[in-house]
């Protein structure tokens, strides 16, 4: 079994900066691809960034592309998001993925992972 914990969320103003961590423990043999998603209220989790098949491209939504910025580490078993110029509308759960293999050729749609955190909260006020 496979568990994911995220840290590194809170309340920051407009134009602040947050970084994001996620840890796998458990049997992580082999490492992970790993993805940050997110949930606001009413909406549905969306793609905010994360690795292509084989790790040749880097996925971010059109909305924090050049504020966000995703790393692995070296046994890709955690994944970070750095999080700069903090929106209001950034405001969200922020969820770490991860799976063996991606299911599928989309790592931005959330049925590409097995395994999921419990979430840490991003609160952006202008």
């Known amino acids: 079994q496979v568990q994911l914990v995220e840290s590194g969320g809170g309340s920051v103003q407009a134009g602040g900066s947050l970084r994001l961590s996620c840890a796998a423990s458990g049997y992580t043999r082999g490492g992970f691809y790993m993805g940050w998603f997110r949930q606001a209220p009413g909406k549905e989790r969306e793609g905010v960034a994360c690795f292509s098949r084989g790790f040749r491209s880097t996925y971010y939504a059109d909305s924090v592309k050049g504020r966000f910025t995703i790393s692995p580490d070296n046994a890709k078993t955690s994944v970070y998001l750095q999080m700069n110029s903090l929106k209001p509308e950034d405001t969200a759960m922020y969820y770490c993925?991860?799976?063996?293999?991606?299911?599928?050729?989309?790592?931005?749609?959330?049925?590409?992972?097995?395994?999921w955190g419990q979430g840490t909260q991003v609160t952006v006020s202008s």
């Open positions: 993925a991860a799976a063996p293999q991606l299911s599928g050729d989309d790592c931005y749609r959330p049925s590409a992972y097995r395994y």
